[in-house]
Structures are given as structure tokens and as C-alpha cells.
């Protein structure tokens, strides 16, 4: 067997039989070995394919795991061992020499050379991430052990007099933990008995600017008073820090700017004049800095860095520039001048930091640029300097994963116990996601911990400009809080700029250039706001615009002080009107993609339009208008609570709209209440609307109330025969949207009266009229409804291929609801069938259905889960599930009655298994009689087969009257009732 071993300190390297074959293998096979080889046991495919292809369907996770292990095996051979089950690999790791040498002081100091940086280190898994939460936890670790390695090292050749090596031991420690305090402790008093006080001296220094210009905080009181007993110095508080350097401090702790800074780098090589352009808080500085540092120590390069915020006029940029590379001054020479011929042949990289307030100036760097060849300038600043020649390098905000680890960091520098758990890193990555990868807003709301709590902080960043501010000292002061990095961005606006900033504000979740047209007479200068930074534009798809949050409310802010914000949301909601009106014409035509997919991209400005509308009494036609136009939309997409909310509001005042509208919105209204399972309003509203559609003559709208409400008009029969006379309405009209309607309800009425090849033709029908017209939404329904049919009948290969269909058209068109319930039907057809491994697609339908929200398919999700661990006997797991379902049922909901019947019957037989066949006696009364009410007595084949092993022991017991007796009172039990006792 080959030998294969696995460098993972400071990066990967794959090493087989000492060759190093890392450019050999993809991303994830090299994860996947290192995964393999840290844990020393194999590890099961399904949870290998589920860690690092969350996103993908479970076939496709297996099919790309599959993939990866043939990629392996044909280029490390036999150290690969794989099972039909587990995967294993046979490799010798950096990390188990690390871990077992530093356990020996005579091998300690070999296997801290081992760390050549954090655990894997530069490594990206692509969308693995559950493996990155593992890679950076265990990097977490693995620096923390070398830390406390080096310390026990340190301490041990001090105390053999070998202070040069432990000198050597605490540098190289440093230089992977720049932070540490400690460390720097022990280097300083090493210095100290060394006899080198003034190093001592340095080390300290060093030490207090590192903490103070990354983390903005005083070497503690410990690290100060071992100053003081080296050098007797005074308060160390009345001193201030201070750069020995042409440079800056360095910025050492440099999370998430890896490639970043190796793009800057490469086009640095390439091109005289770069400029790293980004909002205020993004890190342009930072990069700057590191670039500068790097730079300085790989070549003769001469480096200088201009901060530009010393001076308010472009006139003083040549003066600044002379003074911060320490040009002698020339009284007889002009100062551009002066610096020209100095950089004339000098190979020269000229930083000039926050550009954007001088921009006057930029015609200064064309001229220095065209008298020195070797010369590069990098600019950081709000806007592109626009000049021929420059190359704009656009700094993105920080990744969810760099996020947290930079908010993990900063905390633990201010509290040195802080302990991960899962809560807490979940409290974390809300924090993070509500502020958006801005590392200023996430450094600023880290601080925040010396005070508050997570959860404090969380709930703080409803008001992000007031939570994000600092106290810290000598912090310039746009940067002390977030409301002055942005308002330094504002007052470089020219009037025009800033009114169209302040409007920009009424938007939530972007905007298109069309709508912007509504809002503003200044639209022409959006373009002005995107170079600046204040708005970001979409790459790729249909044109749209947006702002970061913490902008965004700078901008209502201003837009308050103005006093615009009421005719800014005046005309927001009057774009929305039109919008909803062209949509509710589109939706019915071969543009319901189009429309379906911009409706969704306007949800927050739909719900910001109405909920300003609510409390309007003088805009109620205006409300009432969008929540009609949209009603389709929502009805598609099953989007129920919001609209139904609205609708209510509105309908409270019905009297006050002319007759058409107020019966479209008791439509609309009728649409949501019967979503919510709220019949008896829906017919009530349903109803009215229809009494009014006669009453005025519209019968096309009225034949649209009668498809809808028809599911609840009576008998299936009465239901069919309605629907019937509605199809052929349709049919003369020409309207294949209605007949499309009516198709769904007649096709699913057929199946509750058992005629199921009638049904198949009917939905096959609206299948293909769907796809003729591009109806994509309804489409969808059609494949669920037309799976249910052939479910039934057996033809189980056919059903999933159909809701396989379903739910990638959910993926497409990013509509949770499509994809939640295709995933619950094929969960549920797996249920009927007993076959329990449905737990692919309940992982896959969590994300779906928790941007959803919808009780009624949390009850369905609930119940498969609560059938899983029926079938393990995880009565743990079941407990926890079936809590969750108990919160989210509605049995008098039509939707959910199998659901009642599945998780009660089993409770029943679960209760036969302990011996206590009262209790399963009484819950089989009581949904004997609901299912009689709901289900025509009928129940689904394996929930039968359930009642009959109840029935059967029952009927064996020796107490067999007394139970029958038990089953016949508790028939007038609510079925409620029946539910909360089933689990006690």
C-alpha cells in the first residue's frame, strides 16, 4: 500500500509515497480525505454526501459523492477503503505528530514547527456548510492547543536558562497568534531576563499597538503592571500609541480577506493604477495595509501610505504625500515637481487611503503615473476616481462563514471565556446575516458584548445606526459609529444626489430602474449612487438595485429630517397599484413566469406598500386595488397570513368602495381565508362577492367566485356537476387560465368519488393546456394533483416522477410552496407504501418550508417525522416531533385529516404494544367517528391495516366488552382532546 499523508497546518497539501498530488484532486476530494483521515474511522455515505452537498437532491448528493470517490481512487489507489456502506481512507496526518509530540517535552519543539498556520487554512469547500463549520471549530482548536503548546514550552526552557530558544519558541508562536497577550507576556519577560529591556521595552509597544489598532482596546492590567515592574514606568494610561513605521500598524488578525488580497496582488502586477472601491465600513483600509506590509517585506519595493483624512482639500494631497515619504523640502522647487523627479525611477508603491472627499485631486495621480513607469498607485476610496487606465477592484462583504469568524474573534479578544455552543452559534449567525458581511457594522456590534448579550444584540439591530456606535479613544470619528461612515459618504452628495438618496429609502428589497421613475424626478443620478457606493445593482438577471440595511436607515433618517417621508411612500404605493394591476392582467396570459417571478421580486415592497396603506383611511381604494390585483399571485403561491391580515383590514370598511371593487376584495379575501382553512368566512366573503358580481351583471368574475368556493358547495356530486356546467363556460369564453381552474378542482372532486381515470383525463388535460400557455405556476399544481391520482392506483414510479417534475419547477421558480409540498408528498407516498427512508426529502423541504411559514404543511412535515421515529422506536425524537406538530394541526382543516389519522392510529398501536389498550380504545372511538365526519369512514390502506392490529387485540383481550364500551363513548370525544392526551 502507498503511503499517503496529509499536511494541514497553514493549508493542505496531499503527499502519496512523499509527491505531492494536491493539483490532482478536486476541492472536496481533498476535504473529504482530510475529514476521513482527522476522524481515524470510516464514516457512512449518507453522511458524507448529506455534509458536503447539502443542497443537492439526495440522488445527486450520492451521484457527486460517487464522482469524488472515483476521482480519489484512481489517484491515491488502495490508502482509499470504501465500503457498500463507509468510507474510510489510510493516511498519516500533521495533526496526530502535532497532537502526540507536544504530550513529550523532548518532542515538543518539533511538533510546534509543525504549525505553519491555522488548520486548513485558505480552504474552501464550495457550498459544504456543515464542513465549514467543522473546518473552522476545528481550527479553533487546533491554534488554541498550539497556543498553550507554546506556552509550556516557553515556560520550560525558561526555567532551564535556555532563554534564546524560548525567545525563538514565543516569535514564532506570536506570528501565528499576533493577539495573544500572553504570549507577548512571556516574550517580554524573557527580554527582561535576557537583559534586553530596551526589546522589552518594543515588545511592549508592539503588543499595545496591535491591540489598539485591531481591537481598539489598552494591553491589560496584568501585561501593564509587568511593565511597570520592568521599567518603573508611569501610568502606563497617560500614554498614547504610536507608529515607529512608515506604515501603519499592521492589521494582523485578517479575516475572510484572503482572495481578496490575492486578486489585488495579481492586478497590481498587471496594471499603474488600482483602486479598491467599496461602502464605508467594507475594509478597504485593511486591505490596503496588508497589501503595503506584504509588499514591503517580499521586495526592495518603497511603500508609502497616505491617509488622506488629514486634510479636507485636494490642493493639500502633494504636500501630504511629501511629508509622509519624508521628501526634504525645496522652497525652490513646487512640490509636485519635487515629487515627480523623486519617483521618476523608483520602484514605488504609492497608497492613497480615502480618496473619495478629494477626488478633485485625480488629475494629480494621471500626472504622476505619466512621469514614473515603475510607479503603482493603490487608491481606497467611496468612488472610482475615473481615469483612463484605472482598474476598479470592487470589495465584496465578508461571507456568512467569514462573518461569524470575525464576530467570534473580536469577542473573544473582549471576553476571553466566551464558549461556543450550538445556540450561541446560531445567535451568531442571525447577528451576522442582519448585518450583511459589513465588517465595521459586525466589529462594531461585537464591542457590544462588554455589555450586552447576544440575544440583546440581535434585538438591538432592529435600529442598527443607533446599536453600532463605539466609546472607544483615538478611533477616527466616522468610524466611532456607522451613522458617521455613512453620513461622511452623504455630505459629499450634491443636492440632487442626496434627495434621490433620502427617496431610495421607501424601497425594501431593491428596486428596478422603472420603478425608480415613481419616486423621484432625479432618477438620472442612480448611476452617481453606484459609483459611490451607496447602492449596489444585481450582476446578472433582470437589472435591480439595492442598499444595504444600515444604509437604507440612514437614508429614512434623512428622509424624516427632510420631512419627505410621507410623499415618498405616497408615490411608492401608488407604483406599487400600477405594478399590481399589470401583474393581475400578465399572471392569467404566456407571461405568468415573467410576472410570477417579478411579483416575487417585489414582496417587501408589497408588504412596505400595504402595511403604510393599513392605517390610510384616505387611501383605502388604493389598498384595497393591490390587495385585489395580487390575489392570484398569492393564492399560487400559497402565501395566505399576509394577505388574509390585509384583506380583513380593508373588508372592515367594505362599504365605502364602489360595488366591483368591494366584491373583487371580498373575492381576494374569500381566496386567503380558504387558504387558512377558514371556511365558513370564506363563504361568507365568497359569498357576498358573488351576490354583488350578479348583482351588477359581471358573470365572468361571478363563474370565476363559483371555480374557486366550488370545493365547498356541497356532496362531490353536487361539486362535480357545478364544475362541469363551469367547463364548458370556460370553454366557450376561450379562457384556459379559468379552465385551467376548473380542471384542478373537478380532477381533484373526481378523486374523492373514485373515479380515477375520469380524473387522470381532466388533469391531463389542464397538464397540457398548462404547458401550452406557459402557465408554469399552475403546472405544478397539475403534477401534484395528477401523482395523488396515480398514487392510488399504484403506480407509485409515475407519481414521483411527477412530483420530481413539480418540485424542480419550485426550484426554477424559487416558490417555496411548490417545492415544501412536492418533497411532503413524496415523503407521504413512502409513508403509504411503509417504506420509512423519507429522511432525504424532510431535510430538503425544512429550508422550503421555513420561508414559508405555513402551519398546515408544518403539520404534514411533522407527522412524517413523528412516523420515522415511530418506525426506530426513538420515543425521544418522538416526543420532540410530535410537540411540534400539536402546534402547527388544525384538524378541521381538509388538509390535514390524514395526517390526524396517521399519527393517532399509531399513538393507538404504540399504546397496544405497552399494554394499555384503553388507551388505545379510546383514541380509536374518537377517530372512528372524526374520520366518518371527514373521510367518509374511509381510511388510507396502511392506517387500516394499523386499525385492524388494534381491533384484533382488542378483540383477544379478556376485558374485550369493557374496551368496546371504552370505544363507544369516546366517540363523542373532541378530537382535540384526543390529540393532546395521545402522547401522555
Known amino acids: 500500500m502507498s503511503d499517503l499523508y496529509l499536511n494541514t497546518f497553514g493549508g493542505v497539501r496531499v503527499l502519496l509515497d512523499q509527491q505531492d498530488i494536491t493539483a490532482q484532486l478536486p476541492s472536496k476530494a481533498v476535504g473529504l480525505l482530510v475529514y476521513l483521515a482527522a476522524h481515524h474511522t470510516p464514516k457512512s455515505r449518507e453522511h458524507l454526501a448529506e455534509l458536503f452537498w447539502p443542497d443537492r437532491r439526495t440522488e445527486q448528493a450520492y451521484s457527486s459523492l460517487r464522482t469524488a470517490l472515483g476521482k480519489m481512487r484512481s489517484v491515491i489507489g488502495d490508502t482509499l477503503q470504501a465500503s457498500q456502506k463507509e468510507i474510510g481512507v489510510s493516511a498519516a496526518l500533521d495533526l496526530d505528530r502535532f497532537a502526540d509530540g507536544i504530550e513529550d517535552a523532548a518532542t515538543r519543539a518539533d511538533a510546534l514547527h509543525l504549525y505553519q498556520g491555522d488548520f486548513m487554512a485558505g480552504f474552501f469547500a464550495g457550498d459544504a456548510r456543515q464542513f465549514e463549520h467543522w473546518q473552522l471549530r476545528e481550527a479553533e482548536n487546533w491554534h488554541e492547543r498550539f497556543v498553550l503548546a507554546s506556552l509550556q514550552h516557553i515556560q520550560n526552557l525558561k526555567a532551564d536558562g535556555q532563554f534564546e530558544k524560548a525567545i525563538l519558541c514565543a516569535r514564532h508562536a506570536l506570528n501565528h497568534a499576533p493577539l495573544r497577550e500572553d504570549l507577548h507576556r512571556a516574550l517580554i519577560q524573557l527580554y527582561h531576563v535576557s537583559g534586553e529591556r530596551a526589546a522589552a521595552l518594543r515588545q511592549y509597544n508592539t503588543c499595545r499597538s496591535l491591540l489598539w489598532e485591531e481591537l481598539g482596546v489598552e494591553p491589560d492590567a496584568v501585561t501593564q503592571a509587568l511593565m511597570q515592574q520592568v521599567e518603573h514606568l508611569p501610568a502606563i494610561s497617560s500614554l498614547s500609541p504610536t507608529s515607529r513605521n512608515k506604515l501603519p500598524a499592521r492589521i494582523t488578525s485578517f479575516v475572510g480577506g484572503a482572495e481578496s488580497l490575492r486578486k489585488i496582488e495579481a492586478l497590481l502586477a498587471d496594471t499603474q493604477l488600482l483602486t479598491i472601491t467599496a461602502t464605508g465600513g467594507m475594509g478597504k483600509t485593511r486591505h490596503a495595509l496588508e497589501i503595503a506590509h506584504r509588499l514591503s517585506k517580499k521586495s526592495d519595493c518603497g511603500v508609502g501610505f497616505i491617509d488622506l483624512t488629514k486634510i479636507s482639500q485636494a490642493k493639500d494631497v502633494p504636500s501630504l504625500i511629501m511629508a509622509t515619504i519624508g521628501l526634504p523640502e525645496n522652497p525652490h522647487q513646487d512640490v509636485m515637481t519635487q515629487i515627480q523627479h523623486y519617483l521618476q525611477d523608483e520602484d514605488f508603491l504609492l497608497i492613497l487611503d480615502n480618496f473619495e472627499h478629494v477626488t478633485a485631486a485625480a488629475s494629480l495621480v494621471s500626472d504622476l503615473i505619466a512621469s514614473a513607469p515603475r510607479l503603482r498607485v493603490l487608491v481606497t476610496s467611496r468612488e ?8 476598479l477592484f470592487h470589495l465584496a462583504p465578508l461571507s456568512p462563514t467569514e462573518s461569524t469568524q470575525l464576530f467570534r474573534e473580536r469577542v473573544r479578544a473582549i471576553a476571553p471565556d466566551f464558549q461556543r455552543t450550538e445556540a450561541v452559534d446560531k445567535q451568531i449567525e442571525s447577528i451576522c446575516r442582519h448585518l450583511e458581511g459589513l465588517p465595521l457594522a459586525i466589529e462594531l ?9 447576544l440575544t440583546e444584540i440581535l434585538h438591538g439591530l432592529t435600529s442598527q445606526l443607533e446599536l453600532l456606535t463605539s466609546d472607544l479613544r483615538d478611533v477616527p470619528a ?4 456607522l451613522f458617521h461612515t455613512i453620513e461622511w459618504s452623504y455630505k459629499l452628495l450634491t443636492p440632487e444626489q442626496a434627495t434621490l438618496f433620502r427617496r431610495l429609502a421607501v424601497f425594501r428589497g431593491g428596486w428596478t430602474r422603472q420603478a425608480l421613475q415613481h419616486i423621484s424626478s432625479h432618477a438620472a443620478t442612480l448611476h452617481d449612487l453606484v459609483d459611490k457606493n451607496l447602492v449596489k445593482r444585481s450582476l446578472s438577471g433582470v437589472q435591480r438595485y439595492m442598499m444595504l440595511e444600515s444604509i437604507r436607515e440612514y437614508a429614512l433618517y434623512q428622509l424624516r429630517q427632510h420631512d419627505e417621508e410621507a410623499d415618498a411612500q405616497a408615490a411608492h404605493a401608488g407604483w406599487i397599484l400600477g405594478f399590481a394591476e399589470a401583474i393581475a392582467d400578465d399572471i392569467r396570459t404566456e407571461r405568468q413566469p415573467q410576472a410570477m417571478a417579478a411579483t416575487r421580486d417585489e414582496r417587501d415592497n408589497i408588504r412596505a406598500a400595504l402595511d403604510y396603506l393599513a392605517d390610510r383611511g384616505d387611501q383605502l381604494t388604493t389598498y ?19 394577505p388574509f391580515e390585509h384583506a380583513n383590514r380593508a373588508i372592515a370598511r367594505v362599504d365605502a368602495l364602489p360595488p366591483a371593487l368591494a366584491a373583487h376584495l371580498l373575492t381576494a379575501g374569500g381566496h386567503s381565508a380558504h387558504g387558512l382553512g377558514r371556511y365558513a368566512l370564506a363563504d361568507e366573503w365568497h ?9 351588477i351583471g359581471d358573470k365572468h368574475h361571478a363563474v370565476y367566485v363559483k371555480a374557486f368556493s366550488s370545493p365547498r358547495a356541497g356532496s362531490e356530486t353536487v361539486i362535480r356537476d357545478i364544475l362541469l356546467d363551469l367547463r364548458e363556460y370556460a370553454r366557450k369564453r376561450d379562457d384556459d387560465f379559468l379552465l385551467c381552474l376548473i380542471d384542478l378542482n373537478l380532477g381533484h372532486t373526481l378523486h374523492f368519488l373514485r373515479d380515477y381515470r375520469r380524473g387522470q383525463m381532466v388533469l ?69 407504501t411503509e417504506r420509512w427512508d423519507m429522511g432525504g426529502y424532510l431535510d430538503r423541504a425544512e429550508q422550503p418550508l421555513h420561508e414559508l411559514n405555513s402551519s398546515e404543511l408544518y403539520a404534514r412535515f411533522y407527522n412524517l417525522r413523528c412516523m420515522v421515529a415511530f418506525a426506530s422506536h426513538d420515543r425521544a425524537a418522538l416526543r420532540t416531533h410530535y410537540r411540534q406538530y400539536l402546534r402547527h394541526v388544525s384538524p378541521e382543516n381538509v388538509h390535514n385529516v390524514h395526517s390526524v389519522m396517521f399519527v393517532l ?24 367517528r372524526y374520520t366518518a365526519q371527514k373521510a367518509a369512514g374511509l381510511y388510507p390502506h396502511i392506517v387500516e391495516s394499523w386499525r385492524a392490529q388494534i381491533i384484533d387485540a382488542i378483540n383477544s383481550a379478556s376485558t374485550a366488552d369493557d374496551l368496546h364500551a371504552i370505544m363507544r363513548e369516546s ?10 392526551c395521545a402522547c401522555r
Not at 445 to 453: F, I
Not at 905 to 925: W, Y
Open 687 to 695: 359569498g357576498e362577492a358573488l351576490r354583488i358580481f350578479e348583482s
Open 624 to 642: 384595497a386595488r393591490i390587495i385585489s390585483a395580487l390575489s392570484w399571485y398569492w393564492n399560487m403561491e400559497q402565501f395566505n397570513e399576509m
Open 478 to 481: 466616522r468610524q466611532r459609529a
Open 445 to 453: 456590534a461585537a464591542m457590544r458584548y462588554r455589555t450586552m448579550s
Open 971 to 980: 366517540a363523542d370525544d373532541d378530537i382535540t382532546t384526543a390529540l393532546n
Open 764 to 832: 391531463q388535460e389542464g397538464l397540457t393546456i398548462c404547458e401550452k400557455q406557459n402557465f408554469i405556476a399552475l403546472l405544478s399544481f397539475f403534477c401534484i394533483n395528477l401523482s395523488n391520482l396515480y398514487t392510488v392506483e399504484g403506480h407509485i414510479t409515475e407519481a414521483f416522477a411527477l412530483l420530481e417534475r413539480a418540485y424542480t419547477i419550485g426550484q426554477a421558480t424559487d416558490s417555496s410552496f411548490t417545492q415544501a409540498i412536492s418533497l411532503i408528498e413524496m415523503g407521504e407516498i413512502l409513508l403509504n
Open 905 to 928: 392510529m399509531r399513538f393507538a398501536l404504540l399504546h397496544v404494544e405497552d399494554g394499555d389498550l384503553s388507551a388505545a380504545a379510546r383514541i380509536l372511538g374518537t377517530l372512528d
Open 384 to 391: 472610482p476616481l475615473k481615469l483612463y487606465g484605472e482598474q
